[in-house]
């Protein structure tokens, strides 16, 4: 564990306080008591909603693909770390409700994080990454929160789905119960990053996918080109994008 000691600013003579901040662990906070019922609270807000899996599976994803994206591009050790750390928290806004979870989320996350003492120069790479993760408003404006951004919209896979009814299952039901197979490859040295997909094409067609997930491609791209690479969408061997 790293501690980094910071005086507060003060006029004059006198001593300065020391406050202590700490490089917490994503392993800590995975095993923090209100993160994990933040997040189970979130899931089983969306759940109800009729919406596919938010919880503690999808949060772990998105932190490892952020982490995995920014370390094989090349960032410094601890930049990767918070993109972990942000991922993991970049939902759990949803405790609160669907709409506007990414504001909620970043500011749920700053007491959480400060508590637990991250810097708070640290706190405002999180909160910033959390709050523009949505696709109706959000921007990938540093490496941390492109990378979040990619992490989410990266996750479609049939595991998210928690309809237990396939006759019920609307498009999004359908589209994320087809992907069989979802992959975030990094690749350095031709400056890309690849979604690669497999879809099932017997309970959804790739149009289909195209269809209701445009803006998170768009949002994608966005992310990958902020961290000066290519986006290619390849699905079922076919590269789209």
């Known amino acids: 564990m790293q501690r980094n000691h910071v005086n507060a600013g003060v006029e004059g003579d006198e001593e300065l306080p020391v406050i202590v901040y700490r490089h917490f662990t994503i392993d800590e906070l995975r095993r923090d008591a209100e993160v ?99 696709e109706e408003r959000g921007l990938a404006t540093t490496p941390i929160s492109a990378a979040v951004i990619i992490g989410d919209k990266a996750d479609v896979h049939r595991s998210r789905v928690q309809n237990p009814s396939m006759q019920d299952f609307d498009i999004h039901d359908r589209v994320n119960y087809a992907a069989t197979r979802s992959f975030v490859r990094v690749k350095p040295e031709e400056k890309a990053i690849a979604l690669e997909l497999e879809i099932d094409t017997h309970y959804a067609a790739v149009i289909e996918y195209f269809e209701i997930f445009l803006s998170r491609m768009t949002m994608m791209r966005q992310a990958c080109e902020f961290l000066g690479c290519k986006y290619q969408l390849v699905i079922n061997e076919t590269q789209f994008a």
């Not at 807000?45 to 995995?68: P, S």
């Open 36 to 134: 994990v019922a933040f997040l189970r609270s979130a899931n089983a807000n969306m759940k109800a909603m009729g919406y596919t899996e938010h919880g503690q599976r999808h949060a772990g994803l998105v932190g490892n693909i952020a982490q995995r994206v920014l370390e094989y591009l090349g960032y410094d050790e601890r930049t990767y770390q918070l993109a972990n750390i942000a991922g993991y928290l970049h939902d759990i806004g949803n405790t609160v409700h669907r709409e506007n979870h990414a504001l909620s989320g970043s500011l749920i996350a700053w007491s959480i994080l400060k508590r637990m003492g991250m810097a708070p120069a640290e706190c405002a790479l999180v909160m910033n990454a959390i709050g523009n993760h949505e």
